[in-house]
């Protein structure tokens, strides 16, 4: 019953020669759960096409950006009648305000924004402008948060960090970590104490305000609230990433379910709809201090690239359809109820995870609510699984630590078939 992988064991093999381990970005290795990656060779829906011809639900989406699923027709019309005018200019266009335009009008503390080419640069550059308005260095993150790879982010990021088990990557210097302080979510006394005893120097608090780089986490009951009223006694301020949550959670952000405001809100994946983009917004005050109104430096060659805003207005546009996001909730709610009941139908421990059309099973007996508990998920359980699935035709993320993505492309069918995938999996795993 194993599909044939010929093809993408040798596609791999000849990437290994000339791209270090075969990949451009470390979780696509097929490290954490092991075997050899499958090269993808077309999407289409929710639906995507390896090398060898067989076919997956596709439950990765790219890591996020895919909400509308693989090769939307809008999506590729707009990259298609964009490229035809000219790929890049390195002067303004008008789609980049109406992107701006776009974004500002759904995220409610969004005056301003200023568009990058990926969550790494939009968090980086958040950073950067958090200190130079702060005149602070510190930066609280908290631990299996992952927020790109800016050197000073990179403590106890998750994701593909956790995953291959390099909390700090070597090449980031003592100096530039030493001005981080990494907490565990959801722990407010560990906040609060820090504020407490150097509150006059902390710059910014960093947080994914539902996490879903250590599989997913959501904040718990007053915690983005607390880390709200700590920054504005302090002077500090709040950076919520978004670059997953922003536009999938709800049209407004994770921000406008949870109804909080941060000053600085960093963008990416679903804002590019399938190419490279990112963005970091806020408040007019602040957004005024980069350049060329202020002096926090920050640039770009194909910053606000005609393709990747055409792109990223057409999947806003989608968006703002009427019931998306109930269909995502809905189609969300069955597949966590059918993993739940398969799981204990098999006596596999789990513990399910959802907010929205985010997903995790976390392989552990414990409730997760922070990177500790989250590491309590058994690797070797995930695996088991991840492969079960692999070979039933659904692709699921290739670690225990990430999300899964539901598309408004996935249809009641797929969920169902993948939930059949499930009940034979788990079967293979009790014991
Ligand atoms: C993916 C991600 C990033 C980094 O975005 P890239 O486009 O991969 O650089 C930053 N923050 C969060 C929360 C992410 O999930």
Redesign the pocket.
């Known amino acids: 019953m194993k599909p044939n992988w010929t093809k993408s064991g040798q596609l791999f093999q000849e990437a290994e020669a000339y791209i270090p381990g075969g990949v451009n970005?470390p979780v696509r290795a097929f490290r954490a759960v092991g075997g050899t990656p499958l090269f993808i060779r077309s999407g289409k829906g929710s639906k995507i096409v390896d090398a060898d011809g067989n076919e997956y639900i596709d439950y990765v989406c790219s890591?996020?950006p895919l909400i509308l699923g693989h090769a939307h027709p809008q999506v590729v019309c707009a990259i298609a009648e964009a490229a035809k005018q000219g790929t890049s200019f390195g002067a303004p266009t008008e789609r980049e305000t109406e992107l701006a335009r776009l974004i500002c009008e759904a995220v409610e503390s969004v005056d301003q924004v200023r568009l990058v080419n990926?969550?790494?640069?939009?968090?980086m550059s958040a950073i950067r402008l958090a200190r130079g308005v702060t005149g602070r260095d510190r930066i609280i993150k908290f631990n299996g948060?992952?927020?790109?790879?800016v050197d000073s982010l990179l403590v106890k990021a998750g994701?593909g960090a956790t995953t291959l088990g390099i909390p700090d990557s070597p090449g980031v210097t003592r100096g530039t970590s030493s001005d981080t302080v990494g907490l565990e979510y959801n722990n407010l006394d560990a906040v609060e104490q820090v504020f407490r005893r150097e509150g006059d120097r902390i710059a910014a608090v960093i947080v994914?305000p539902v996490a879903?780089?250590m599989g997913v986490v959501p904040p718990g009951p007053g915690f983005l609230e607390r880390l709200r009223e700590l920054t504005r006694e302090s002077g500090a301020l709040l950076i919520f990433?978004?670059?997953?949550?922003g536009f999938r959670l709800a049209y407004g952000g994770a921000q406008a379910r949870y109804g909080i405001q941060p000053d600085i809100t960093?963008l990416?994946?679903i804002i590019g709809g399938g190419l490279?983009v990112?963005a970091y917004g806020g408040g007019r005050h602040i957004m005024q201090a980069i350049a060329p109104t202020g002096q926090v430096y920050q640039a770009g060659t194909l910053s606000g690239n005609p393709l990747a805003v055409s792109a990223g207005l057409a999947t806003l546009r989608t968006l703002k359809e009427n019931g998306v996001y109930e269909r995502l909730e809905q189609m969300g709610a069955v597949l966590e109820e059918g993993l739940r009941a398969a799981a204990r139908e098999a006596g596999v421990p789990t513990y399910h995870s959802r907010v929205g059309s985010m997903l995790c099973t976390f392989f552990t007996d414990q409730r997760v609510m922070d990177y500790h508990t989250a590491l309590t998920a058994s690797v070797k359980k995930y695996r088991q699984f991840f492969h079960g699935m692999l070979q039933r035709g659904v692709y699921l993320p290739p670690s225990q630590f990430e999300t899964f993505f539901i598309s408004l492309a996935h249809t009641d069918e797929d969920i169902a078939q993948t939930l059949s995938a499930a009940r034979e999996t788990l079967k293979t795993l009790a014991g």
């Open positions: 970005s890591w996020g990926s969550g790494t640069e939009a968090t948060c992952y927020h790109g790879h994701s994914e879903g780089n990433d978004e670059v997953i949550t960093t990416g994946k490279p990112g």
